[in-house]
């Protein structure tokens, strides 16, 4: 295979906020599923991959970029906003609200595509990150996630 551009990449992190004052700053395992829709207009394809979920799990799997849906969905999300925030770089928020889920948090995925719904395990797995941490019912997190194409 020849490897056309040097240094072209896709990357994206999440900043997560405790409504409890904590902050966290986690790079994700992009998709190689991502990877493909992004690169379908070049070929005259349609991608499918807009951004719609977070969804969060209690499995442990190592993070691949074959991954194709968390080990054990618990809990989603939908999206809040979405916009470009720069040249090749989208902002992507989410919430998960005090009364949505308590408890333990060890995986986080980003869902798109039109099968993509509040429905765990529908979509495309776009991004999956292993981050611990145990929510109480008295905390509200909010992630908000940048996608940067280099």
Not at 51 to 80: C, H, M, N, W
């Amino acid at each position: 295979m020849i490897k056309l551009i040097e240094n072209q990449k896709h990357s994206g992190v999440i900043l997560i906020s405790s409504s409890l004052g904590k902050k966290w700053i986690v790079e994700n395992t992009i998709t190689k599923i991502f990877n493909d829709e992004l690169a379908k207009p070049i070929y005259g394809g349609t991608p499918d991959c807009q951004i719609k979920y977070l969804a969060i799990g209690t499995g442990s799997d190592p993070q691949s970029r074959e991954s194709t849906l968390l080990t054990a969905e618990v809990f989603r999300t939908a999206i809040t906003t979405c916009a470009q925030s720069d040249y090749g770089q989208v902002l992507s928020d989410f919430t998960i609200l005090d009364t949505d889920y308590t408890g333990m948090i060890t995986e986080i995925g980003i869902f798109g595509g039109s099968t993509a719904t509040a429905v765990a395990n529908s979509g495309t797995l776009l991004a999956r990150v292993l981050w611990s941490h145990t929510k109480s019912a008295l905390e509200e997190l909010y992630f908000q996630r940048l996608d940067t194409l280099t």
